[in-house]
């Protein structure tokens, strides 16, 4: 069974960090593209970040320069590093694995606000 569990989601002011994890069990994350999804409410949800087996990265115009996806493997883990947070980057955090068959968490809110 697939399992994907989020964390690192909180409350932060504007121009902070936060660390997104996802663990990841009964799947090896190695072999495929992994990437972290946003959705704001009243919004669509969207790619913020996604990186391919081989370690290329794609990021959304708006993460590019704040925002570093990374994964390590021995741990099947997916993280998000986000800088310089802004309160536009509020929004439900998810993570995602696999292109044609796809796996998802259950999501992390990250709050960006004085």
């Known amino acids: 069974q697939v399992q994907l569990v989020e964390s690192g989601g909180g409350l932060v002011q504007p121009g902070g960090s936060l660390r997104l994890s996802c663990v990841t069990s009964g799947i090896t994350i190695s072999f495929l593209t992994v990437g972290w999804y946003r959705q704001a409410p009243g919004k669509q949800r969207e790619l913020v970040a996604s990186?391919?087996?081989?370690?290329?990265?794609n990021y959304a115009d708006s993460a590019k320069g704040r925002f570093t996806i990374s994964t390590d493997n021995a741990k099947n883990t997916v993280y998000l590093q986000m800088n310089s947070l802004i309160p536009e980057d509020t929004a439900v955090y998810y993570c995602k694995v696999g292109l044609v068959k796809q796996y998802w968490g259950q999501g992390t809110q990250v709050t960006v606000s004085s």
């Open positions: 990186i391919t087996p081989v370690g290329s990265t």
